[in-house]
């Protein structure tokens, strides 16, 4: 079947800090994957997609790799700010159905 | 591009009225519209697939007689949340997509709660 692993959070970080969020996936076929990111109070926003193997989403500094070989799609940001604190949620998108991760809360203080 | 818009984004009902929540894509066509129910720290929950000019298709465990859907246009889809109870208070996003390869764009979401 189809299902999105995200590593669990909350996570806490120092502005300025390197951020890593996991994300891996399994998948029958040829999934595309996502980041999504919700802001308090909000409803998500595509943050970035990839929809074949080896490439790189990127967007607003954040960056994630379609990796076929581990199945992962981990998001990275070198520097992030305390404006990047809200939730972030890994998908897949296979055939016309979604798939979602648990999303990960991300915390950035000053 | 791709904009949904959702409405209300906060309600506040008693317990056994009804509340309406549309959901509208405002520069794309949509024949499919999702309705997602988020819980506190919690992932989305897929409730229903709305589809324009037929019936939704519910996912498992999703009473269909309690949360009505209707999709009678290309960019309007409503969930209409009937006698509510406390236990339905929830965040309920709406999303669609201008087309099959596309990316899913979300509403900003419904929080709903009933007293």
């Known amino acids: 079947g189809n299902s999105v692993t995200q590593m669990e959070g909350p996570v806490t970080l120092s502005e300025e800090a390197f951020l890593t969020i996991n994300c891996t996936y399994t998948a029958t076929g040829y999934p595309s994957l996502f980041w999504y990111v919700q802001y308090p109070g909000e409803g998500l926003q595509l943050l970035l997609k990839?929809?074949?193997?080896?490439d790189k989403g990127s967007n607003k500094g954040f960056e994630a790799t379609y990796r076929k070989e581990t199945t992962s799609f981990h998001l990275e940001k070198g520097s992030v700010q305390v404006s990047d604190s809200a939730v972030y949620f890994c998908a897949l998108r296979a055939g016309n159905q979604f798939y979602f991760g648990t999303g990960t809360s991300l915390t950035v203080i000053p | 591009g791709a904009v949904v818009s959702q409405h209300p984004s906060r309600v506040i009902c008693k317990s056994g009225t009804s509340v309406k929540i549309e959901c509208r894509s405002l520069?794309?066509?949509?024949?499919?519209m999702f309705w997602y129910r988020q819980f506190p720290k919690q992932s989305l929950m897929l409730m229903a697939t709305s589809n324009e000019g037929s019936k939704a298709t519910y996912e498992q465990g999703v009473e269909k007689d309690k949360f009505l859907i209707n999709h009678a246009s290309l960019t309007l889809s409503t969930l209409t949340v009937t006698s509510a109870h406390p236990e339905d208070s929830s965040f309920y996003i709406c999303s669609a997509r201008p087309g099959e390869n596309s990316p899913l764009h979300f509403g900003n979401g419904t929080r709903l709660t009933v007293t």
């Open positions: 990839a929809t074949k193997a080896d």
């Open positions: 520069d794309f066509q949509a024949t499919t």
